[in-house]
């Protein structure tokens, strides 16, 4: 294993490497499952480079995900730190939500089969359940931790005032939710509270589900089965409109010898010490440039140059469809 820098998620003392795997795209959400041979392959590579952070919930799949990271990851186990997620009935997202203290343990004790393993370093609420009050989900957490199943947990894509709410009953490691140049609704309101309150923030889309790499355009064509498709932000039109903000990144990327999705991912490094991006590949190319971005100094000046044309450009289009929108925020 490469010596990769490390970040700890706030005050937890949970220490990952500075850039974390987002492992969805392996099994789920875009276009066909990643060929399994080439999955393990692409593991191997981020443990090899370094990388001690692997992302997956049981609804990648369902469950594919957890048991591709339960075989690939078992030799390591004592150098990674696995995250997965509850919270949906079944494991399935079209189903709703589900995060009664019962589920939330079954689904933990079947989640630590699937990744061959005792403990969970880091357990997510995937969504906030509105029929669940937050302080039943911690408690359930709590006595999970208790027993040594989950050493940390976390919310992800939880509004400031749920995040308050679970922090008080069992304190929380780490937020996941969108962030990135494509998307900054978190500087508002989520930053500063997770600032406050010592908790680290996970983004997950941190290149805008590959918008900001520069490789889509608008007459890019995705898979009948990929998510992008229900994208409001991906439509057509929203894509040629959106084009200024990769045009922006080309621009920086060219003074620094980088490319747009190391700037994008070293801009969102430089925001926080407290911050890991999860980017998500199935492409071994892909894993090597997002590892580049770790090493990449953007300078007070860089920041300034992004910040005043980013100030300029409005992104156009919604980031989910509306039934996923009324999911997130709560």
Same mark, same amino acid.
């Given at each position: 294993?490469?010596?990769?820098?490390?970040?700890?998620?706030?005050? &937890?003392?949970?220490?990952?490497?500075?850039?974390?795997?987002?492992?969805?795209?392996?099994?789920?959400?875009?276009?066909?499952?990643?060929?399994?041979?080439?999955?393990?392959?692409?593991?191997?590579?981020? %443990?090899?480079?370094?990388?001690?952070?692997?992302?997956?919930?049981?609804?990648?799949?369902?469950?594919?995900?957890?048991?591709?990271?339960?075989?690939?990851?078992?030799?390591?186990?004592?150098?990674? %730190?696995?995250?997965?997620?509850?919270?949906?009935?079944?494991?399935?997202?079209?189903?709703?939500?589900?995060?009664?203290?019962?589920?939330?343990?079954?689904?933990?004790?079947?989640?630590?089969?699937?990744?061959?393993?005792?403990?969970?370093?880091?357990?997510?609420?995937?969504?906030?359940?509105?029929?669940?009050?937050?302080?039943?989900?911690?408690?359930?957490?709590?006595?999970?931790?208790?027993?040594?199943?989950?050493?940390?947990?976390?919310?992800?894509?939880?509004?400031?005032?749920?995040?308050?709410?679970?922090?008080? %009953?069992?304190?929380?490691?780490?937020?996941?939710?969108?962030?990135?140049?494509?998307?900054?609704?978190?500087?508002?309101?989520?930053?500063?509270?997770?600032?406050?309150?010592?908790?680290?923030?996970?983004?997950? &889309?941190?290149?805008?589900?590959?918008?900001?790499?520069?490789?889509?355009?608008?007459?890019?064509?995705?898979?009948? &089965?990929?998510?992008?498709?229900?994208?409001?932000?991906?439509?057509?039109?929203?894509?040629?409109?959106?084009?200024?903000?990769?045009?922006?990144?080309?621009?920086?990327?060219?003074?620094?010898?980088?490319?747009?999705?190391?700037?994008?991912?070293?801009?969102?490094?430089?925001?926080?010490?407290?911050?890991?991006?999860?980017?998500?590949?199935?492409?071994?190319?892909?894993?090597?440039?997002?590892?580049?971005?770790? &090493?990449?100094?953007?300078?007070?000046?860089?920041?300034?140059?992004?910040?005043?044309?980013?100030?300029?450009?409005?992104?156009?289009?919604?980031?989910?469809?509306?039934?996923?929108?009324?999911?997130?925020?709560?």
């Amino acid at each position: 294993m490469i010596n990769m820098e490390k970040r700890k998620l706030g005050n &937890s003392g949970l220490e990952v490497s500075t850039l974390g795997l987002g492992c969805m795209g392996l099994s789920f959400g875009y276009g066909p499952a990643t060929d399994k041979k080439e999955a393990f392959h692409l593991l191997r590579a981020a %443990v090899d480079e370094g990388i001690t952070f692997f992302d997956t919930a049981e609804a990648y799949g369902p469950f594919d995900n957890e048991v591709l990271l339960g075989e690939v990851l078992a030799p390591f186990r004592d150098k990674v %730190v696995i995250a997965t997620k509850f919270g949906f009935k079944e494991g399935k997202p079209d189903l709703g939500m589900d995060s009664r203290p019962g589920t939330v343990r079954s689904v933990a004790e079947a989640a630590l089969k699937r990744l061959k393993t005792d403990y969970i370093d880091l357990f997510y609420q995937h969504r906030v359940d509105p029929n669940v009050p937050i302080e039943d989900v911690a408690g359930a957490i709590k006595d999970l931790i208790k027993e040594g199943k989950i050493m940390h947990w976390g919310l992800s894509e939880a509004g400031a005032q749920t995040i308050r709410n679970a922090h008080a %009953v069992q304190p929380v490691t780490a937020l996941q939710s969108e962030y990135s140049l494509f998307f900054r609704e978190p500087e508002k309101e989520i930053i500063p509270t997770l600032e406050e309150l010592g908790i680290g923030f996970v983004p997950f &889309s941190p290149l805008g589900k590959g918008f900001l790499t520069g490789a889509i355009n608008e007459t890019t064509k995705f898979d009948p &089965s990929d998510f992008r498709n229900i994208v409001p932000r991906f439509s057509e039109e929203n894509r040629k409109a959106n084009q200024a903000l990769v045009d922006l990144l080309k621009t920086i990327a060219s003074q620094k010898k980088a490319t747009p999705a190391q700037i994008a991912l070293a801009w969102l490094l430089a925001q926080k010490t407290w911050i890991v991006p999860i980017p998500g590949t199935t492409k071994l190319h892909r894993l090597q440039e997002n590892i580049g971005a770790v &090493s990449l100094e953007l300078t007070s000046e860089d920041l300034q140059q992004i910040e005043t044309t980013a100030a300029k450009i409005t992104v156009q289009g919604a980031r989910y469809p509306e039934h996923l929108q009324k999911r997130v925020g709560k």
